[in-house]
């Protein structure tokens, strides 16, 4: 499944810092040796000394953020990427990246030291200003609360066309009913809230409106997720994101984005269907097989025919198995297709084959 390049960056630096004081953590936190170049290297060295979760996801922003540069260059531009690895390795090496290389190599670094953390994509209101341009931030669950936290933001702005890295605290550990008023996720179950604002209301910055969803249990939704594979997490993705009432032109683009990721996975999972039916076709023709060795090899007489009988059953089962999976797949896809009718009709070969052998053998009973 491809995902969207997230590129937003705040265009300046605004927000109150919070009270508890992290000078201690920060200042040790700033710099890794060179030779630690993974994320779990560079995790480890900087929480090896905490105990408390927070301490260590302090380090870990506070290292990002001091180390960790805006790629202006990339603002403009559109991509996709497979695999978060990919991100985190391209940030590593450069030490530069957008939103989308930040919020995985937190998580990464996150995940290296045991703390639950979720990479979270969606829009974002700046300066009192809607910005329909797809951003990626993080959060992190600590003593059964979720918090927020956007380390692109936390590093700095933007400045005449320039990046200027300017560590912001205020975009550290923020409660979701105050990170909501800047950063709408595509998916409302990343409020993390039983009542989750709408899209219009985010939009028009207008948090009063009618337009109000039902209870939400968004935590059993979250635990669920990571049950599900990806073609049903899609789906239910589809479903919360149609729920959140009206949609803007950003987000129509990103259910068409899913959409498109959903005939990606449905097709997957039907080729894995194919495949399975076509292993178990390909067993039941090496059973056929050593039957076919069987008949020329010995001599046909009533001690060993009930064996070859057994032999041509299996070789039978096998193919009504393979005849019944491959009916399960179910595809618009031309190649797949084509295949699986070229498939079918081996099938039938093979059932022509098995017949054909069965009265003979039906023959040398009588």
């Known amino acids: 499944m491809k995902r969207f390049l997230l590129l937003s960056l705040y265009l300046l630096a605004f927000g109150t810092a919070y009270c508890t004081d992290y000078s201690k953590i920060d200042k040790q936190s700033e710099t890794v040796p060179p030779n630690f170049k993974t994320p779990k290297e560079i995790a480890r060295y900087l929480t090896h000394k905490l105990s408390s979760p927070t301490d260590k996801v302090r380090a870990i922003y506070y290292w990002i953020t001091h180390n960790i540069s805006y790629d202006v ?28 290389n930040y919020s995985a190599l937190f998580k990464a670094c996150c995940d290296a030291v045991g703390i639950e953390s979720y990479i979270i994509d969606g829009y974002i209101r700046q300066n009192g200003k809607l910005i329909l341009v797809g951003h990626s931030w993080n959060a992190v669950k600590i003593g059964g609360q979720f918090y927020n936290i956007d380390a692109t933001w936390g590093a700095g702005y933007l400045a005449k066309g320039k990046f200027v890295q300017h560590f912001n605290d205020a975009e550290f550990m923020i409660q979701p ?4 008023k800047t950063h709408m996720p595509f998916d409302p179950v990343w409020q993390f809230s039983s009542k989750p604002v709408s899209y219009k209301e985010f939009d028009t910055n207008n948090f009063e409106s009618t337009e109000k969803n039902s209870f939400f249990n968004f935590s059993d939704s979250i635990k669920t997720i990571s049950t599900l594979n990806p073609l049903e997490k899609l789906k239910r993705e589809t479903v919360r994101i149609t729920r959140n009432g009206t949609r803007n032109k950003l987000l129509d683009e990103i259910l068409d984005y899913i959409s498109s990721n959903i005939a990606v996975e449905e097709l997957k999972q039907e080729t894995i269907k194919f495949n399975k039916a076509v292993d ?3 067993e039941g023709v090496r059973t056929y097989n050593k039957y076919i060795l069987a008949v020329r090899n010995t001599k046909i007489k009533a001690s060993n025919l009930s064996q070859l009988t057994d032999l041509l059953n299996q070789a039978r089962q096998k193919n009504e198995k393979a005849l019944y999976m491959a009916l399960q797949v179910k595809t618009i896809n031309l190649q797949l297709n084509e295949k699986l009718n070229t498939f079918k009709k081996s099938i039938e070969k093979e059932f022509s084959n098995i017949e054909r052998e069965n009265s003979f053998l039906l023959s040398k009973k009588q």
């Open 73 to 100: 260059a990339k603002l403009n531009k559109t991509g996709f990427y497979s695999d978060n690895s990919d991100l985190v390795n391209e940030v590593l090496a450069s030490r530069k990246g957008v939103c989308s």
């Open 280 to 282: 178990i076709f390909n």
């Open 177 to 180: 009913v105050e990170f909501i």
